[in-house]
T-cell receptor, first 111, second 115 residues
Framework: RKEVEQDPGPFNVPEGATVAFNCTYS??????FFWYRQDCRKEPKLLMSVYSSGNEDGRFTAQLNRASQYISLLIRDSKLSDSATYLCVVNMDTGRRALTFGSGTRLQVQP | NAGVTQTPKFQVLKTGQSMTLQCAQDMNHNSMYWYRQDPGMGLRLIYYSASEGTTDKGEVPNGYNVSRLNKREFSLRLESAAPSQTSVYFCASSEPPSAGYNEQFFGPGTRLTVL
């Protein structure tokens, strides 16, 4: 079982649609959670952190369910510019190890 | 600020050749990382440096060595390249996890092909 699992997609949605991605993680002791965005042939960039209480940034809402060990990302009113791969990222310990990345969910927003 | 820079952007090697990938950051971060990204695999950690003078192995260190030259620079060396090392390599930097918030900033990547 992968430590961080995501549906690879692609999710093909029309402009203006609402789309949701889920991600599950294996380590119940995980400390920090993030969504990164990666455009084609570019480096990953932080989209938003995920807090236990849930958080929102404009059209993007992230939620964390520790009991079920999953994280979600909701995108409302999709734009063409939202087309990218969304990486679910977990910090599994605060010691030496770095972040653990899911393999990503690809989103294609169509006109 | 340039952020995280990597050189070269592209490289083609023959099996058995060696090369060093260079990475530098100007954000005064203590921690630096090397990842590789393969299709369907996500980013996997090769090596990690918590601070200047320290390095640690990640998930996939075999076939690689690293040097933390100073606080700014962290290089990755392939001593004898193999086709299995064909990948996209990303360098990243951040404040250490103990700081409580560890957003990582990535360089643009090096696309390496080993024939």
């Amino acid at each position: 079982r992968k430590e961080v699992e995501q549906d690879p997609g692609p999710f093909n949605v029309p402009e203006g649609a609402t789309v949701a991605f889920n991600c599950t993680y294996s380590n119940s002791a995980s400390q920090s959670f993030f969504w990164y965005r990666q455009d084609c042939r570019k480096e990953p960039k932080l989209l938003m952190s995920v807090y236990s209480s849930g958080n929102e940034d404009g059209r993007f809402t992230a939620q964390l369910n520790r009991a079920s060990q999953y994280i979600s990302l909701l995108i409302r009113d999709s734009k063409l510019s939202d087309s990218a791969t969304y990486l679910c990222v977990v910090n599994m310990d605060t010691g030496r190890r770095a972040l653990t990345f899911g393999s990503g969910t690809r989103l294609q927003v169509q006109p | 600020n340039a952020g995280v820079t990597q050189t070269p952007k592209f490289q083609v090697l023959k099996t058995g050749q060696s090369m060093t990938l260079q990475c530098a950051q100007d954000m005064n971060h203590n921690s630096m990382y090397w990842y590789r990204q393969d299709p369907g695999m996500g980013l996997r950690l090769i090596y990690y440096s918590a601070s200047e003078g320290t390095t640690d192995k990640g998930e996939v260190p075999n076939g690689y060595n690293v040097s933390r030259l100073n606080k700014r620079e962290f290089s990755l060396r392939l001593e004898s390249a193999a086709p299995s090392q064909t990948s996209v390599y990303f360098c990243a930097s951040s404040e250490p996890p103990s700081a409580g918030y560890n957003e990582q900033f990535f360089g643009p990547g090096t696309r390496l092909t080993v024939l």
